[in-house]
């Protein structure tokens, strides 16, 4: 079946620093993919809409300049939390979905837990 | 996509059938339903989806009433290992199309 791959797995850094998480579909391409976010005891709710070659789409209050987005090829796509700070502690999750049309679900990778110090 | 309504939570007996509800009365006819579930600290996990005909697979079976305003996931033999958060989801075909989560269920299955 389709995999998601994200990478780390848990980081820690220090406030004011920047964090990258990769996210990587193994075994088909995804010319979109979606960043969620999940604070303890709530559900995901999405980032942004990852497209392969051109801009991301944010979802209101999300700052684009705060959570750069890349999506450079058809297997990666990166965010990058920039000037991380203790409030951007958090459960970070990408997905993606094989196919462009048809009922193709979303897989998701495994998250990557983010604890700003 | 239209909403869901699920259970906030539910426990089930280890090796009974655990049955899990959602309501989507306001479904429209090119919407699927999936089901996800999100074991403690990892990302969700897909588990099925269906338009209108019942469908099984290895993990579970999906139930969907003849109007498509309601439907069951079956779990037929729950483990301890499925205790999760299980999340209902309505969404449009195409892997453009993001998943909006709801609450979820939280199935906890006891021994």
């Known amino acids: 079946g389709a995999v998601v791959s994200q990478h780390p797995s848990r980081v820690i850094c220090k406030s004011g620093t920047s964090v990258k998480i990769e996210c990587r579909s193994l075994?088909?391409?995804?010319?979109?993919m979606f960043w969620y976010r999940q604070f303890p005891k709530q559900s995901l709710m999405l980032m942004a809409t990852?497209?392969?070659?051109?801009?991301?789409?944010?979802e209101q209050g999300v700052e684009k300049d705060k959570f750069l987005i890349n999506h450079a090829s058809l297997t990666l796509s990166t965010l990058t939390v920039t000037s991380a700070h203790p409030e951007d502690s958090s459960f970070y999750i990408c997905?993606?979905?094989?196919?462009?049309?048809?009922?193709?679900?979303?897989?998701f990778g495994n998250g990557t837990r983010l604890t700003v110090t | 996509d239209a909403k869901t309504t699920q259970p906030p939570s539910m426990d089930c007996a280890e090796g009974r059938a655990a049955n899990l509800p959602c309501n989507h009365s306001t479904i429209s006819g090119n919407e699927y339903v999936y089901w996800y579930r999100q074991i403690h600290s990892q990302g969700p996990q897909y588990i099925i989806h269906g338009l209108k005909n019942n469908e099984t697979n290895e993990m579970a079976s999906l139930i969907i009433t003849e109007d498509r305003k309601s439907s069951t996931l079956i779990l037929p033999h729950a483990t301890l290992r499925d205790t999760a958060v299980y999340y209902c989801?309505?969404?449009?075909?195409?892997?453009?199309?993001?998943?909006?989560f709801g609450s979820g269920t939280q199935l906890t299955v006891l021994p």
């Open positions: 075994d088909f391409q995804a010319t979109t």
């Open positions: 990852s497209n392969e070659g051109s801009k991301a789409t944010y």
């Open positions: 989801i309505v969404r449009v075909a195409g892997s453009a199309r993001q998943l909006t």
């Open positions: 997905s993606a979905a094989p196919g462009l049309e048809g009922s193709s679900p979303l897989h």
